[in-house]
Structures are given as structure tokens and as C-alpha cells.
């Protein structure tokens, strides 16, 4: 049986500037829905292949396009994905934050990365192999006097090659 600290275990280890380590987790579904809408370009992707492409100027239109939620993205991933005990970053102002809590602003941007970086690829975000990439059904092939299996009208035939 496992146990709930075995289970704590196997979550990833990210190594701050600082030479401090954390534990993260990767996102998951009720991480999603704090999230709110997720573009298109997600889910297709279409974002994977212009992060793979190494185009800035592609990279910088696909951010700038969804900036809101790259942002989002990335808070979700600093404040709902550490599961260190007395690491909690939170997005709220330094002199709300309580003794075990940093602001986003009080976490360095090279560790923002850091953890932002492990937690996105854990979950798949980034740095993958894209299965939908360029792969279509192939077009079925119907005799031209037989119905379409959608129910639609009988098909033309097609036209005579020359």
C-alpha cells in the first residue's frame, strides 16, 4: 500500500539558484479549470511546433498572442504546483505573505523558470513529441454510386482522367 509520504516522494525535484531543492508536481485537471479558457494553439499542438521551430519572431507571435494565459500558465505552475512544506508562493503583496509564503515577486526569475520549466514538462506542456503532428485520417475511398456512410446524398463520380 502507499503510503501518503511514498507517494510525496516520487514528485519531481527542482534545484534553486540558491542550491536549495523543492518537490513539485506536475498540473492537473482542477489546475486546468483554475485556469480558465485554454487557446486553441494548446491543445492542437500547434504551440509545440513553434516552440520546437526555434523562430523568435514565431515564438514571441504565440506568446504575445495568448499572453494572458502563458501568464496564468506560469502563476499556476509557481503557486499550486510546489509541494514543499514552509515553500508556499502565493500571488498576493510581500506584507500579506505569512512566514512559510513568498510572493511571486519575491521568487528569482531564474528560479521562476526553474520551476515553471520542470512543472510544464511533467505535465506534458513542453519539451514533447506532438502525436496529432501532421497526422489525418486518410481519405476514405467509396465506391462513386454507393451513399456516403454519413447519410448524405449519393456522390458523383469522379472526373475522367485525361
Known amino acids: 500500500m ?3 509520504e511514498r507517494y510525496r516522494q516520487k ?12 518537490r513539485v508536481r506536475p ?3 482542477t489546475d486546468f479549470l ?7 494553439v494548446i ?16 515564438t514571441r507571435r504565440l506568446i504575445e498572442g495568448n499572453l494572458a494565459f502563458f501568464e496564468r500558465l506560469v502563476t499556476c505552475a509557481l503557486t499550486r504546483c ?20 513568498l510572493a511571486l515577486d519575491e521568487v528569482s526569475q531564474p528560479d521562476q523558470t526553474a520551476i515553471a520549466t520542470v512543472v510544464l514538462k511533467a505535465s506534458g506542456l513542453i519539451g514533447r513529441e506532438v502525436a496529432c503532428e501532421a497526422k489525418t485520417f486518410p481519405q476514405e475511398q ?7 456512410h454519413d447519410g448524405s446524398a449519393l456522390r458523383d463520380p469522379p472526373p475522367p482522367t485525361p
Open 2 to 4: 502507499t503510503t501518503a
Open 11 to 22: 514528485q519531481l525535484e527542482v534545484t534553486l539558484s540558491s542550491g536549495d531543492k523543492i
Open 27 to 29: 498540473l492537473n485537471k
Open 34 to 40: 483554475f485556469l480558465g479558457d485554454v487557446p486553441n
Open 43 to 58: 491543445g492542437s499542438g500547434e504551440a509545440d511546433q513553434i516552440l520546437r521551430r526555434r523562430n523568435p519572431g514565431d
Open 82 to 101: 510546489v509541494t514543499t512544506p514552509g515553500f508556499k508562493v502565493v500571488d498576493k503583496p510581500v506584507v500579506e505573505c505569512g512566514p512559510d509564503e
Open 142 to 148: 467509396t465506391t462513386p454510386s454507393l451513399p456516403g
